[in-house]
């Protein structure tokens, strides 16, 4: 049982390249979930989808754009990379519904140089 | 505001029981308590989570005070695997599970 699944793991990019991170989950679950972690710092919620076909955002999703590709997929986008976006990024699902725990994948570490 | 109020970290002993609190004096009547832990280089994982009465399950236990003003995860006999950032976090109702992290409590263990 694979639960979330990230790619990918580690991702060098320059400024104003871009490039888009790929999520997987097989558990599922309706909701699907973006965050983002920096140095020392908690997690912040960058997009998240209720079910398949929405999205909203979260607290911090300026320079990032989402798609909800199906019910397993949810995808982040980087248009043009900036080095404020070197961070881990974290997908995680759940079913959405209050009280559900979410399940995370194994982040990715992104480095915009 | 979701915001909760843990202590940046904690140290136990092998084999001990550890106790980290966690206030959220604002929470609502409907709103739930969930704990998650990240250790190094992972994602979070989820402990456990309640919302009126103590919970236990394999890994922990979860205890509640009477107006849920204040919670308090308690790991039984804490392990060096064990050591971990611990995130308390209130779910707000009608939040569509969206949960808000703090900078949590880092729980380092010695032997």
């Known amino acids: 049982n694979a639960g979330v699944t990230q790619t990918p793991k580690f991702q060098v990019l320059k400024t104003g390249q871009s490039m888009t991170l790929q999520c997987a989950q097989d558990m599922n679950h309706n909701s699907m979930y973006w965050y983002r972690q920096d140095p020392g710092m908690g997690l912040r919620l960058i997009y998240y989808s209720a079910s398949e076909g929405t999205t909203d955002k979260g607290e911090v999703p300026n320079g990032y754009n989402v798609s909800r590709l199906n019910k397993r997929e949810f995808s982040l986008r980087l248009e043009s990379a900036a080095p404020s976006q070197t961070s881990v990024y974290f997908c995680?699902?759940?079913?959405?519904?209050?009280?559900?725990?979410?399940?995370f994948g194994s982040g990715t570490q992104l480095s915009v140089l | 505001d979701a915001k909760t109020t843990q202590p940046n970290s904690m140290e136990s002993n092998e084999e001990e029981p550890v106790h980290l609190p966690c206030n959220h004096s604002?929470?609502?009547?409907?709103?739930?308590i969930h704990w998650y832990r990240q250790l190094p280089s992972q994602g979070p994982e989820y402990v456990i989570h309640g919302l009126t009465s103590n919970v236990n399950n394999r890994m922990a236990s979860l205890a509640i005070a009477e107006d849920r003003k204040s919670s308090t995860l308690i790991l039984h006999r804490a392990t060096l695997r064990d050591a971990a950032v611990y995130y308390c976090i209130r779910e707000l109702t009608g939040g569509g599970n969206k949960l808000t992290f703090g900078t949590g409590t880092q729980l380092k263990v010695e032997l």
């Open positions: 604002t929470i609502s009547g409907t709103d739930y």
């Open positions: 995680a699902s759940s079913n959405a519904w209050l009280g559900e725990k979410l399940f």
